[in-house]
C-alpha cells in the first residue's frame, strides 16, 4: 500500500510539473525583434499597430488608453495605423489627415465606435468623408489631407515599420524598437499591457542618466 501511494504522488508531481511548465510555455508574452527599429536616443518608444477595422483593436483601445493615461514621462506613445491589404489603406489616411487637422479628439474615438458599436460600414473613402461630413468637420479640407503630401509620406513609412516590425496582425506593440507583443502573445490585454509596463521599465532604466552638477 505504501509502495502504492508512493508511485501515486509520484505521478501526480509528475503531471503537475507538466502541467506548470505549459502554463509557464503557453504564451511567449513577448519577443525580440530581429532588426531593431530606430527609436529617440532619450525616451522609450511605444508604438501601437492598430486598424479601425479589428474589433480586437476596439477591445484593446480602453486598455492601451488607461496605460497612456499613466506612463511615465520618457515613454513616448504613438499609434500607426496598419496597412496589411488596400482595404486598411482609407482608415490609415483618415487617421493621418485627423491628425494633421487636430481633429483627433472628435475623429478617432468616434470613428470606432460607429463600426463596431454601431455596426455601422465605414471602409471606403467616400463613406468616411460621409461620416467626417456628420460630425460637423470640413469634407473637403480633410479629402485634402487625406491625399496630401504629408500623409502619402505616413503611409509609406507605415508600410515599411509593418514590414519591419514583423508583425502578423493587430492589435500589436513594439516597445523601444525592440520587443514584440500582442494579445496572442500575451494571452489577454489586461496581461498585454502589464509587459509593456515591464519593458518600458527596463528600457528607461538603460536611457542615460543627467548628470549631477
Not at 114 to 133: G, W
Not at 146 to 172: C, D, N, W, Y
Request: glycine letters at 6%; hydrophobic letters at 45%.
Amino acid at each position: 500500500m505504501g509502495k502504492l501511494l508512493t508511485i501515486i504522488f509520484a505521478t501526480t508531481l509528475s503531471l503537475m510539473v507538466a502541467g506548470s511548465s505549459f502554463a509557464a510555455e503557453a504564451y511567449e508574452e513577448y519577443e525580440p525583434l530581429t532588426a531593431p527599429l530606430s527609436h529617440p536616443a532619450d525616451k522609450v518608444e511605444v508604438i501601437e499597430f492598430f486598424w479601425y477595422g479589428c474589433p480586437h483593436c476596439y477591445d484593446f483601445e480602453p486598455h492601451i488608453n488607461a496605460w497612456a493615461a499613466k506612463k511615465p514621462a520618457n515613454a513616448l506613445f504613438t499609434q500607426i495605423p496598419a496597412i496589411f491589404s488596400p482595404k486598411w489603406e482609407p482608415h490609415a489616411r483618415a487617421f493621418y489627415a485627423a491628425q494633421m487637422l487636430n481633429l483627433m479628439g472628435r475623429f478617432h474615438h468616434a470613428l470606432f465606435s460607429a463600426i463596431h458599436k454601431q455596426k455601422r460600414k465605414i471602409y471606403t473613402e467616400s463613406a468616411i468623408l460621409d461620416f467626417v461630413a456628420e460630425l460637423g468637420m470640413d469634407e473637403q479640407a480633410f479629402k485634402d489631407a487625406m491625399h496630401s503630401f504629408a500623409v502619402e509620406t505616413k503611409i509609406r513609412r507605415s508600410k515599411q515599420l509593418v514590414k519591419a516590425s514583423g508583425i502578423q496582425g493587430v492589435p500589436a506593440v513594439i516597445v523601444n524598437g525592440k520587443y514584440r507583443t500582442s494579445g496572442s502573445l500575451a494571452g489577454s490585454y489586461p496581461r498585454m499591457v502589464g509587459i509593456i509596463d515591464e519593458l518600458v521599465a527596463e528600457e528607461l532604466a538603460l536611457l542615460p542618466q543627467p548628470s549631477k552638477p
